[in-house]
């Protein structure tokens, strides 16, 4: 099993930024692909950002590029997702995921790709 635990949500005014924090247990090794989704109120749960722990090579949307980036430290096996220039519709619950089998590291960064889910935690934004 794979136990992932979110942190570093909160409440900013629009133009401000956020780093989210992903601290990663259980079966690390296998867990070689990690990602961020965010699920707003009424909205479908979507890819923000995967990485690939074997290289550190990351995977954005093309909806996502520019205002996240994700990163990692193997060595306290934790995931981060950097967040600037946050605008409302930023607003939502972002969740860590993990796939072991690494097919979740592409592109489209899916949620049907990732076993092992996070709580969430809630980043809102203030206009």
């Known amino acids: 099993l794979v136990q992932l635990v979110e942190s570093g949500g909160g409440s900013v005014q629009a133009g401000g930024s956020l780093r989210l924090s992903c601290a990663v247990s259980?079966?690390?090794?296998?867990?070689?692909?990690r990602a961020w989704f965010r699920q707003a109120p009424g909205k479908e749960r979507e890819g923000v950002a995967a990485?690939?722990?074997?290289?550190?090579?990351?995977y954005v949307p093309r909806s996502m590029k520019g205002r996240f980036t994700i990163s990692q430290d193997n060595a306290i096996n934790t995931v981060y997702l950097q967040m600037n220039s946050l605008q409302p519709e930023d607003t939502a619950m972002y969740y860590c995921?993990?796939?072991?089998?690494?097919?979740?590291?592409?592109?489209?960064?899916?949620?049907?790709?990732?076993?092992?889910w996070g709580q969430g935690t809630q980043v809102t934004v203030s206009s």
């Open positions: 995921a993990a796939d072991e089998g690494g097919e979740g590291c592409r592109p489209e960064v899916v949620a049907s790709d990732f076993g092992y």
């Open positions: 259980g079966r690390t090794r296998s867990a070689n692909c």
């Open positions: 990485i690939y722990t074997g290289n550190g090579r990351t």
